[in-house]
């Protein structure tokens, strides 16, 4: 190879390490939404074997991923009621994620109620739910590898 060859090699590759990494799309949830926008997701409940299952994007996943200011509607497939329960508020407060317009906490959602206001929380903080019936039966949030809920990034 010459040594102009070899240069323009050179130059490629370190072009490519500094430039490519900033074109990757958001993987997950953030795919096709801007930085600082809040998206709007959409969890599907359903039972497996006894065992409570949700999945976004048709993909099942235990944890649920949020930005601040995301909003979640709930579902269950071909519309079957649901509840879904966080633990109720405490002495340490709000254990949602949620609050609605007023500012006061969601903990609750069920077909008549199905979407979440803006989430807030701090980065890594999880919330686990409490509980999840599906067709008024029960189901088993700790069937997988980690319990079902959401967690701010």
Do not use: W
Request: include cysteine; hydrophobic fraction near 35%; charged fraction near 10%.
């Amino acid at each position: 190879m010459t040594s102009r060859h070899m240069q323009f090699a050179v130059a490629l590759a370190v072009c490519s390490c500094l430039f490519l990494p900033a074109c990757r799309k958001e993987g997950g949830e953030g795919v096709g939404k801007m930085k600082g926008q809040a998206a709007q997701l959409t969890v599907t409940l359903s039972v497996d074997a006894g065992n409570c299952v949700q999945t976004l994007n048709g993909v099942p996943t235990a944890v649920v991923f949020l930005d601040p200011g995301d909003t979640v509607t709930f579902q269950t497939a071909n519309n079957i009621p649901f509840l879904l329960q966080f633990p109720p508020p405490n002495a340490n407060g709000c254990q949602s994620p949620f609050r609605d317009a007023g500012g006061n906490c969601q903990s609750s959602f069920s077909n008549a109620n199905p979407t979440s206001g803006g989430a807030v929380g701090a980065a890594g903080a999880s919330f686990r739910y409490g509980t999840l019936s599906i067709n008024g039966a029960a189901c088993n949030l700790n069937g997988g590898p980690q319990p079902l809920g959401v967690r701010m990034r």
